[in-house]
């Protein structure tokens, strides 16, 4: 009789042999929404889409002085951290960033190195800022990606805008979401893991707490001590596992991709992923609401399993 | 720590309640083949399709008396059991039908009550027989099901003609297919049940057998002797369960459903099934070879699991 843990390492290796690629693969054109649905969407697969926004008007219209004039007086969300890791472990704690409210502006003079600023500033909040934000920009993109809607049959749930520093890193971490992922400017660097991979990345419970900046430049760690709700969080880092502490990621298989300007990334739902960009770096997402079906019926076991077999 | 056996238990649940239903739900019309695909397929949920086939010449044609002119001189492949239990577990062994080669019209005799002969005759030959042996009969039907060859971006592997006996019996199994089952005189009824329930479904591995009808009519077991290999099965009748022998099988949650003429079922690869039928029941089915991919992944896993935990 095997182990649950021998088990799961079979299980690991026959979805690299069965399905998935050594590196993300690349589609030439948008795709026909059936073909996507059947080779990607239901499978589970990421793809990277290398024309798929080469006519949104954003591509050769979003420069700072084009962005400066159209929305710079508006007023911005903006994630801020001493180090570049927003919600992210450290040390025993979840970290979450000083969100600031910011003009456009101001923003991208940090950016740009116009003004000197302590911390790493980015651009990430993740309530269809795009839409509800900034919509004087939405004309230069699309509302949503035609293809994509058509193929899963309903409307993205959330279109984010994301603008940031070199510095600034997204952590380890899955979304409930199909998400297209759109650079405009630059390029982003992902880290991606499937959703079979589970049984070797690590999880805690941490305590939330939020960076602040004080009067003197330094950041202060608060504690949210009015939430008792520890956060389920991935301390491991991709970019320097720590394989003493967690051994079971050697048995890991990531795929690491670059997306650059004009291209998007399809990343399936409860992928994990860890996400870097190139300093100044724009992109805009489309979320779209997972379907909660037999695959995700089947990650709850894996993720229960995951459990029942002790800490792996 | 939970125990597999619990964990495996609450993921069957959770089926039930995320994305199955109590009853095999009805399609009026022949859907659009990305909606079938995204609904249906992906999610690996049956349905039926009710007006799926009224335009099939066959609906009104295939009267004993067409068939016997258009193809009754015609040698097919017939299965002969004593009981109508072919490829099925009896007592201690696998035990599979006495292959017979008879004209079509002699089949016939012998449904219709012409001639009487012992045993229970059914034409249920899956190797593409109603392409392969009744090429005749295929401007009745299709040769494909066009909305579903869209959808899998495919063609059928194989299209099989049924026609046979009231007390002809197809045991519990599963296949790797998707597969539409079209019923064109009488009705089929189906037991079935999930993937997600494997873990109540007892399995044994069985001697292979034949049946052979001696010359004073009995039918003796012939053992297959030169074959050493033993067949996996599922020894459980749903009709007439054993809980005793198999208390788990309690926990699985069947959907029972009745296919009539005009009628197809949408039978989702891997899904147990258990089949009757009406007396001269015809029936076409079309069996898609299925994806390799995440679902059959996470399938092996849940198999797996089902012999690690040790007999459920």
Not at 65 to 81: C, F, M, N, P, Q
Not at 105 to 110: E, F, N, P, R, T
Not at 174 to 184: A, G, T
Request: with cysteine.
């Amino acid at each position: 009789m095997k182990s649950v843990h021998k088990v799961l390492q079979e299980f690991s290796q026959e979805a690299h042999e069965l399905y998935l690629s050594r590196s993300v693969p690349n589609l030439l054109e948008p795709p026909d929404p059936l073909q996507f649905y059947r080779d990607w969407i239901s499978p589970n697969r990421p793809c990277i889409i290398q024309n798929g926004l080469r006519h949104w008007p954003a591509l050769s219209r979003w420069s700072p002085d084009y962005l400066r004039e159209k929305i710079g007086s508006k007023v911005i969300s903006v994630a801020v951290t001493p180090n570049g890791y927003a919600d992210a472990v450290v040390g025993d704690r979840f970290m979450m960033p000083e969100e600031r409210q910011m003009s456009f502006s101001s923003v991208l003079d940090i950016i740009e190195g116009k003004v000197q600023k302590g911390g790493v500033f980015y651009i990430q909040k993740q309530c269809s800022n795009l839409l509800q934000e900034l919509p004087e920009l939405v004309d230069d993109v699309e509302p949503h990606v035609p293809w994509m809607s058509t193929a899963l049959g309903k409307l993205p749930d959330a279109v984010n805008f994301w603008l940031g520093d070199g510095n600034a890193i997204t952590s380890m971490h899955k979304d409930p979401y199909e998400n297209l992922y759109c650079v405009i400017s630059g390029v982003k660097r992902f880290i991606l893991l499937p959703p079979t991979d589970r049984p070797f990345i690590p999880y805690g419970v941490y305590q939330p707490a939020v960076y602040h900046e004080q009067d003197n430049g330094e950041f202060e760690v608060i504690e949210k001590t009015d939430s008792q709700k520890q956060v389920p969080w991935i301390p491991l880092d991709p970019l320097d596992p720590d394989l003493d502490l967690y051994p079971e990621y050697r048995k890991a298989q990531p795929l690491c991709c670059s997306v650059k300007a004009g291209e998007m990334l399809y990343l399936p739902s409860l992928w994990f992923h860890h996400v870097q960009q190139s300093h100044g770096c724009i992109a805009v997402n489309f979320w779209y609401d997972m379907e909660y079906d037999i695959k995700y019926n089947y990650f709850q076991l894996l993720e229960s399993l995951c459990g029942a077999s002790g800490s792996m």
